[in-house]
C-alpha cells in the first residue's frame, strides 16, 4: 500500500484492515484530549465517562503531570535495571509511603504487577510459609478480571478470555465473590494467598457485602495467607479513597496498582508490601527492561505527591454522590440498579430497551463516551478532574437516551 492509499483510508478502515480485532471500539477516533474532554478528528468533542478504565483518574493530559514528563524526556528516559537512576529510588519510596508499606517492585501494565505479585506470593509460600515446592494454591474469585495473560486468563470464569488459549496454568481456586465461608473452606495448608479486586470492575462495578474484605483479612492472618488486592482499576482516588479498600479499614498485605499510576501517559504498575515478602526476591529472579524507567519513574512521583494531597480523593467522593443520587432517580425509568463508590458506576439498563452497547453508540452520538460490559451493564468512570456541570450534562444526556429506547 502507498503512503496516498493509507491517507485516502480512514483510521478506522486502516485498523480494520492492519490491527488484530481483539476489540470492538466505539466509532470514535480521538484526535486530542484535554481535561475530562476527547475531541475526534472532525472536531466533535465528547465527555470522556471512561477514563481509560481508569487509567487517566487525574485528566487528560495533566499540566502537573505533563510538565513532569516534558522535563523528564529532557534528561534521561530509559537506562534499564543494569543501572540505578536518580528517579527510581524517590518513586519508590514515595509509593511505599503512599501505601503504608516498605517496598516497590515496579512493573508495566497491570498484567504484569498481577503476574508479578502471584509469582512473589508463590515464592513467599515456598520460602517463608513452607509449602512444598509445586504445591502452592492461589484463590481467586469467581467473576474476577485481572488481564490477559496465559496464567491470569488460567483462573478466568469469562469463556471468551480463557476458549482457545489453553493449556492453563493450574494453581488457582476460584469461589464466589462476597461469599466469606467459601472462602475459608477453600483454604489449606498450602494456601499462600487470597486475590481479590476489592470491588469487581470488569464483571459490572460489583461492592461486596461490607463485612466481606474484613473477614477476608481476618481468615488470611489467622492462616498465614497473603492478602493480595488489585487496586489497579479500583485504587488511586478512583472510588472516593486512595484505595478502595480503605472503605472497609482494610490493609492487605500486597497492593497491586497500575493504570493511572503511570498518570495517563506511560504504562506503570507496582506490586507494593512489606519488607518480609518483596525480600524474597533476589538479582536474577524476576524483572523488567523498562520497569520502574525513569520517565515513568518521575510521572510516578509526581502522581503519588498529587494523591497525598487528598483532593482527587475528595472530590470523586463529593462528585460522585451527585452521580449516585442522579443515576438512582432512572431507577424505574429504563434503569434496573446501580453499583458503585465515589465516581465510579455500573449501571444495568432494562434489556429489553437495548443493549448496553448500543446505549453507548447513542450517548456517543450525544457527546458521552461511556463502555459496556456484560450486555446490558454500562460503566461510568469519568476523569476525576469532572464538574458537577459536566455530570449533570452527562446525566441529561443518558436521561434523554433511556427515555428514547
Ligand atoms: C482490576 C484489573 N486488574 C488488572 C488489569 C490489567 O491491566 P492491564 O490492561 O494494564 O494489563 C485490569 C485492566 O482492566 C483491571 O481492571
Not at 484526535?31 to 487525574?58: K, M, P, Q
Not at 523528564?72 to 527510581?88: E, G, K, N, P, Y
Amino acid at each position: 500500500m502507498t503512503i496516498l492509499d493509507m491517507q485516502a483510508l480512514s483510521s478506522i478502515e486502516l485498523m480494520e484492515r492492519h490491527a488484530a480485532h481483539n476489540y470492538s471500539p466505539l466509532p470514535v477516533v480521538a484526535a486530542s484530549a484535554e481535561g475530562a474532554w476527547i475531541t475526534d478528528v472532525d472536531g466533535r468533542r465528547y465527555l470522556d465517562c471512561l477514563a481509560a478504565y481508569s487509567a487517566v483518574n487525574f485528566g487528560h493530559r495533566n499540566p502537573e503531570i505533563t510538565a513532569t514528563a516534558h522535563a523528564q524526556l529532557d534528561t534521561v528516559t530509559l537506562v534499564s535495571r543494569a543501572f540505578h537512576s536518580d528517579r527510581l529510588g524517590p518513586f519508590c519510596a514515595a509509593l511505599a509511603d503512599l501505601c503504608g508499606k516498605d517496598m516497590v517492585l515496579p512493573m508495566n501494565s497491570g498484567a504484569e504487577a498481577v503476574e508479578s505479585g502471584l509469582k512473589v506470593a508463590r515464592k513467599w509460600g515456598a520460602e517463608v510459609k513452607g509449602v512444598p515446592e509445586g504445591q502452592a494454591n492461589i484463590i481467586v474469585a469467581d467473576n474476577n478480571f485481572h488481564g490477559r495473560t496465559i496464567s491470569i486468563v488460567s483462573f478466568s470464569s469469562d469463556p471468551v478470555a480463557r476458549n482457545g488459549f489453553g493449556p492453563f496454568t493450574p494453581g488457582f481456586r476460584s469461589v464466589p465473590f462476597g461469599d466469606t465461608a467459601a472462602l475459608a473452606r477453600a483454604i489449606d495448608d498450602n494456601t499462600v494467598a487470597v486475590l481479590l479486586e476489592p470491588i469487581q470492575g470488569e464483571a459490572g462495578i460489583i461492592v461486596p457485602p461490607d463485612d466481606y474484605l474484613p473477614n477476608v483479612r481476618a481468615l488470611c492472618s489467622e492462616h498465614n495467607v497473603l492478602m493480595i488486592v488489585d487496586e489497579i482499576q479500583s485504587g488511586l482516588a478512583r472510588t472516593g479513597y486512595t484505595f478502595a479498600c480503605d472503605h472497609w479499614g482494610v490493609v492487605p498485605d500486597v497492593f497491586l496498582l497500575g493504570k493511572a499510576l503511570g498518570g495517563g501517559i506511560v504504562p506503570l504498575s507496582a506490586v507494593v508490601a512489606d519488607r518480609d515478602i518483596l525480600g524474597v526476591l533476589h538479582p536474577g529472579e524476576h524483572g523488567s527492561t523498562f520497569g520502574g524507567n525513569p520517565l515513568a519513574a518521575a510521572i510516578g512521583t509526581t502522581v503519588v505527591a498529587m494523591l497525598q494531597r487528598g483532593e482527587f480523593q475528595s472530590h470523586s467522593a463529593r462528585l460522585g454522590e451527585q452521580l449516585h443520587e442522579r443515576m438512582r432517580g432512572l431507577i424505574g425509568a429504563g434503569v434496573v440498579a446501580v453499583r458503585g463508590l465515589g465516581l465510579w458506576a455500573g449501571v444495568d439498563i432494562e434489556p429489553t430497551l437495548a443493549s448496553g452497547k448500543q446505549i453507548s453508540l447513542r450517548l456517543a452520538e450525544r457527546g458521552v463516551l461511556v463502555k459496556d460490559t456484560h450486555d446490558s451493564t454500562l460503566r461510568f468512570a469519568p476523569p476525576l478532574v469532572i464538574t458537577e456541570r459536566e455530570i449533570d450534562w452527562a446525566m441529561d444526556q443518558f436521561a434523554e437516551v433511556i427515555k428514547g429506547a
